[in-house]
């Protein structure tokens, strides 16, 4: 069954409603059967983006599900409210909404913080900003102001998932004063109908205009101006569903094209969550409005009468999920990094990495169900003051020692709790070994100049680049032996720069040009500068955050030229694109003869302890299979001119 029609929450805990005036309800209490049930399958596929992307690379489509269901809801309360009070109670409208989202959020807060200052420090980089941001909900545009990254992130955020929560609160605190203006005012459904339609145009138009490769999508997918279609459209069809023509679904046009067009929105949905990703430019430039009209014909098809669709989103299961959806959505991000933090070992391996992934939905659903049960319902009935009477109540009569305790208990998490706040950390290990080694993978201005052989002056500040690249590349006299170090040039992001000692100790002199977060252009344009100071071999190991811009990677490979033994290290994330970025990357050195792979993702397979707790930087092991893989790949170019086997001294970790 929904929840109650007076409490409907936020975000993926959005109420199921009672249907618009003078429309007999779908069920007993007034709930639309079926919106549980579509709930349900938006928070497994957010579930099981966040899980491993590469299963569902579109799964974060479900919070636009979300966004749809609530403006849907939400509008359809104040709609029949102003219709059968003549007024809307503001005041008891946010009452409820608080009813329904604080109890559970300041249950979760302090319990995650707690428990991964337990687990593992690095998960509480930022952590004051996100509380605050949690509990005033402008989690989205403080995030955004802090520069985080929603979809690529070195430091972990434990309360990133909270930021659509701060989009709806937000919405839910404007849109009824706006909504009841339109009640007033505008002349007819159709009217306001538009105008949220409009709402909703407005918003995807300024996601898409806004929307720039280079700079990443966070900015236009955590804003609440850019990210407003979903919450809009389903706004609109709340209107247009009050009117004496409930969306059009009485006229003869709608009952002959009614199962095909859901049916169609339904591939359409299944399709975006399938294939988009954060990668693909028309995720932000009309895929998430898509996946939103497709989402509110959706709903209009559940709720406009029964259908097989809506007997199977109304399976005891599917409403189960749903109702606890608020709670899953909360609790399931923050699980699974203490879960993965704590579980470490297990990550490493095939089997264990599937393990740990199943624990972290155990987890969760055992804890959603216990928010349900005994902290958001009893609040959602008994409201605030009820409920601390009630607790109150019970500790008082429990006996004086057993009072003593919960009291002290109290007491002892508050002070822990500040302690850990005010003690956090502001840069997680990775980012301070990469903090330490970015000096050193740095050449100075002069021995980028000059082509120099020497390592490069350590902590020096890179001078002014040419944005030009080199016309044509300078030759350079090559013998296809091995190089040694004071014959390689480095070109690479922070892997690189993870990397460095481990460089070094396998190639003596090397020099290195590397920073975090570089992506092929910026590559193309050092490696063009140098020009004929390029060494005989290059290292190029880019795009780790961005992705392999094909374009540019060739361009750099033809500024080197055909004369430098060069080698490309893969990339290695458990991001969707990954796989298609090595498969470009290995297309690219086809037909190149003085090209070969350094294939650091094949390397991992199958290891232990390579890899950082963010599980994308190598760990200082892993610096040195990073590095011997690299190494083999210099040996592999060299037998295959010259023909002669190249022998590779087995080296001792240090």
């Keep these: 069954m929904g929840m109650s029609v007076d409490s409907p929450s936020l975000g993926p805990g959005a109420a199921t409603s009672a249907p618009p005036p003078g429309r007999a309800a779908s069920r007993p209490g007034g709930r639309l059967p079926g919106l549980d049930g579509l709930r349900a399958t938006a928070i497994v596929a957010v579930l099981l983006f966040h899980l491993d992307p590469r299963w569902l690379p579109g799964g974060f489509l479900g919070v636009d599900v979300f966004f749809v269901i609530s403006g849907f809801l939400i509008t359809t309360l104040l709609v029949r409210e102003h219709a059968r009070e003549g007024r809307v109670d503001l005041r008891g409208f946010w009452t409820r909404r608080a009813r329904r989202l604080l109890p559970a959020l300041l249950v979760l807060v302090p319990s995650v913080i707690l428990l991964a200052r337990l687990v593992e420090g690095d998960l509480l980089v930022g952590i004051r900003r996100q509380a605050v941001g949690a509990l005033t909900f402008t989690s989205n545009w403080l995030e955004i102001a802090a520069g985080s990254d929603y979809f690529h992130s070195t430091a972990p955020q434990l309360l990133m998932n909270l930021w659509s929560l701060a989009v709806e609160e937000q919405f839910y605190l404007v849109w009824p004063v706006v909504a009841l203006v339109l009640l007033r005012l505008a002349p007819s459904s159709r009217a306001r109908a538009g105008v949220a339609v409009a709402l909703a145009l407005g918003s995807a138009v300024l996601m898409a205009v806004r929307f720039d490769p280079s700079l990443g999508a966070t900015r236009v997918y955590y804003g609440t101006d850019t990210h407003l279609m979903g919450l809009m459209l389903g706004a609109a069809l709340a209107f247009a569903w009050a009117a004496p023509h409930r969306a059009w679904t009485s006229t003869a046009q709608w009952h002959r094209v009614r199962v ?40 209009l098809g559940v709720v406009e009468r029964p259908t097989p669709l809506r007997t199977v989103l109304d399976l005891p299961v599917l409403r189960w999920v749903g109702e606890r959806s608020y709670g ?38 055992a804890v959603a169900d216990l928010s349900y049960r005994f902290i958001e ?3 959602r009935r008994r409201g605030f003051r009820g409920t601390a009477r009630h607790a109150l109540h019970t500790i008082r009569y429990a006996g004086t020692r057993t009072a003593r305790i919960v009291w002290a208990g109290v007491a002892v ?8 706040l005010l003690t956090a950390p502001t840069r997680t ?37 040419s944005t030009a690249p080199a016309a044509k590349p300078a030759p350079v006299k090559q013998t296809w032996a091995m190089p040694t170090g004071t014959e390689i040039d480095g070109y690479g992001d922070s892997m690189m720069v993870g990397s460095v000692h481990a460089l070094r100790y396998y ?15 910026e590559g193309l344009k050092v490696a063009s500068t140098r020009g004929a100071g390029n060494r005989r071999a290059v290292i190029l190991a880019l795009g780790t955050n961005a992705g392999t811009d094909l374009d540019r990677a060739r361009a750099t490979l033809d500024a080197l ?12 994330g458990r991001i969707n694109r990954i796989a298609s970025d090595n498969a470009a990357l290995k297309e690219l050195a086809k037909g190149r003869d003085n090209v070969a792979i350094a294939d650091w993702d094949a390397a991992l397979e199958g ?26 790949a210099f040996a592999d170019l060299s037998e295959r001119h010259t023909g002669k086997a190249v022998t590779l001294k087995e080296l001792p970790v240090p």
Aim: glycine share 6%; net charge positive.
């Design 413 to 420: 998490l508050a002070i822990a709790l500040t302690a850990v």
């Design 260 to 299: 095909p067009a859901v049916a169609a929105a339904a591939v359409v949905l299944v399709a975006l969550v399938a294939l988009l990703d954060e990668s693909t430019p028309f995720t932000f430039r009309g895929g998430i409005l898509l996946a939103s009209l497709a989402t509110a014909v959706l709903v």
């Design 561 to 572: 030229g055909p004369d430098r033994m060069v080698v490309l290290v893969t990339l290695h």
């Design 328 to 365: 899953l959505y909360l609790w399931h991000w923050p699980v699974i990094l203490i879960v993965e933090a704590d579980l470490a070992w297990a990550e490493r391996s095939a089997d264990g990495y599937l393990w740990s992934r199943l624990w972290c939905v155990v987890v969760t659903v």
């Design 607 to 632: 290891t232990t302890r390579q890899l950082q707790s963010d599980g994308i930087h190598p760990s200082l092991v892993g610096a040195h299979l990073y590095a011997k893989t690299i190494r083999q």
């Design 377 to 379: 319902t009893p609040v």
């Design 507 to 521: 190639f003596p002199g090397i020099r290195m040009d590397a920073r975090s977060n570089r992506q092929w252009s």
């Design 429 to 465: 290990r990775v980012e301070q070994l990469l903090d330490a080694n970015a000096a050193a993978a740095r050449v100075s201005p002069t021995a980028a100049s000059a082509g120099t052989t020497g390592s490069g002056a350590r902590g020096a500040t890179p001078g002014p680049r």
